[in-house]
C-alpha cells in the first residue's frame, strides 16, 4: 500500500463544473503539497498545506491532519485546468524530502 | 519572478557515457533537491543539499553524485549511463530561513531536465 494515495486516477469533467481530488496518506506528516504537472513535465507548486484551508483563484486545498487528508478543489473548471495533479508529503520523519502519491489526470473538455 | 532554472532541457547520450544537469535555485533559497520521474512513475527523491552541505539522501545510485556550490547551484553528475537513467530530472529549491516567495520550506520546481539514454 502506498503511503500517499489519491483519487480518482483519472477524472474528466464539463467545463464550468466544481472538481475535487482527494488525497490519503498513512504516515504522520509536517506538510502536505498540492503540484500540478502539464503534459510538457513541468510540475508547478500550488499550495503547501500544514492545516486548515487555502485558496488562490478558482483552487481551494483543505486538510485534516486528525483523519490524514487532503482535498484539492477547482470551482468553474475550464479545459486549461487539465492537467495531472500530484498529492506530496513531507514526513515527520524523513525531513523536507516529498514522497508523491500517483497523481490524478484530469481532463475538462469544453 | 525568478523561477528554478535547469539546464539542459533536454539531453541524449549514449550507454556508458556521462552527464551532468546543472539546477539554480530561486535567490535567496538556500536548499536544494533533485528528484528521478522515470516514465509513468512518481518523482523519486534523490539527494538535497542545504548551504552547500548534502541534507539527506534517497535512492540515488552510486553512479550519481551531486553537490551545491558556494552560489547555491547544484549539479547532478551521472556515470556509466544506464537505459534505466532515462527519466525526467527535476530540481526543486526551498528556504528553510525566509523567502519572499511561498512559505517556509515550500518547495518550487524547475521545468526538468529530459535525459534519454540510446
Known amino acids: 500500500k502506498n503511503e500517499v494515495e489519491q483519487s480518482p486516477q483519472n477524472l474528466t469533467a464539463q467545463e464550468g463544473e466544481f472538481i475535487t481530488i482527494n488525497c490519503s496518506y498513512s504516515?504522520?506528516?509536517?506538510?502536505l503539497h498540492w503540484l500540478q504537472q502539464h503534459p510538457g513535465g513541468g510540475i508547478v507548486s500550488l499550495f503547501m498545506l500544514s492545516s486548515g484551508k487555502k485558496k488562490h483563484g478558482r483552487l481551494i486545498a483543505t486538510i485534516n491532519i486528525q483523519e490524514k487528508h487532503s482535498s484539492l478543489h477547482i470551482t468553474a473548471s475550464h479545459p486549461r485546468d487539465s492537467a495531472v495533479y500530484i498529492c506530496?508529503?513531507?514526513?515527520?520523519?524523513?525531513?523536507?524530502?516529498?514522497?508523491f502519491g500517483e497523481g490524478t489526470q484530469l481532463t475538462v473538455n469544453p | 519572478a525568478a523561477g528554478v532554472i535547469q539546464s539542459p532541457r533536454h539531453l541524449i547520450k549514449e550507454k556508458r557515457e556521462t552527464a551532468t544537469l546543472k539546477c539554480y535555485p530561486i535567490?535567496?533559497?538556500?536548499?536544494v533537491y533533485w528528484y528521478q520521474q522515470g516514465p509513468g512513475q512518481d518523482p523519486q527523491f534523490l539527494i538535497s543539499?542545504?548551504?552547500?552541505?548534502?541534507?539527506d539522501k534517497g535512492s540515488i545510485p552510486d553512479r550519481f553524485s551531486a553537490q551545491q556550490f558556494s552560489d547555491y547551484h547544484s549539479e547532478l553528475n551521472m556515470s556509466s549511463l544506464e537505459l534505466g537513467d532515462s527519466a525526467l530530472y527535476f530540481c526543486?529549491?526551498?528556504?528553510?530561513?525566509?523567502?519572499?516567495?511561498?512559505?517556509?520550506?515550500?518547495?518550487?520546481f524547475g521545468p526538468g531536465t529530459r535525459l534519454t539514454v540510446l
Open positions: 535567490p535567496r533559497h538556500d536548499t
Open positions: 504516515v504522520g506528516i509536517s506538510a
Open positions: 526543486a529549491s526551498s528556504s528553510l530561513r525566509f523567502s519572499g516567495r511561498g512559505s517556509y520550506n515550500e518547495q518550487f
Open positions: 543539499f542545504y548551504e552547500k552541505m548534502q541534507s
Open positions: 506530496a508529503v513531507m514526513r515527520e520523519t524523513s525531513g523536507s524530502r516529498l514522497t
